[in-house]
């Protein structure tokens, strides 16, 4: 699984050098306000992935370079479920008729959907 939070948390210690990463909402340390820290960490390479899982407040839009909005809306992790075994077309088949049977599209676990919820 992959929290944003964590991310977020190792973000603020290495990039503003901080001894304990609580210490990022604190200004005199930082030098910058946290809604600032958090979209700088938004647009860095380590948490650009994480943009996705934010619904911004009344519609407002995260732009690179000002303060975050509010956020209405998370999802606080992620999970990969990679297959990794081999199977015969056959056995393969017998799996699609199955998950086509319960209703299993392939939209069923998809962050679209549950986005659609925020």
């Keep these: 699984m992959t929290f944003w939070f964590s991310q977020f948390k190792e973000y603020v210690t290495e990039t503003y050098q901080l001894q304990d990463w609580r210490h990022?909402?604190?200004?005199?340390?930082?030098?910058?306000?946290?809604?600032?820290?958090?979209?700088?960490?938004?647009?860095?390479?380590?948490?650009?992935?994480?943009?996705?899982?934010?619904?911004w407040d009344s519609g407002q839009r995260l732009e690179c370079g000002t303060e975050a909005p509010n956020i209405s809306a998370s999802i606080l992790a992620t999970m990969e479920?990679?297959?990794?075994?081999?199977?015969t077309?056959?056995?393969?088949?017998?799996i699609n008729a199955v998950a086509e049977r319960a209703n299993l599209t392939d939209s069923t676990f998809s962050i679209s959907d549950v986005r659609r919820t925020f």
Excluded at 28 to 39: A, E, K, M, N, Y
């Design 89 to 94: 077309i056959d056995q393969m088949m017998g």
């Design 24 to 55: 990022v909402f604190d200004e005199r340390l930082t030098g910058v306000d946290i809604r600032q820290v958090f979209s700088n960490f938004l647009f860095d390479a380590r948490g650009a992935k994480f943009q996705t899982m934010f619904t």
């Design 81 to 87: 479920i990679g297959c990794f075994f081999s199977f």
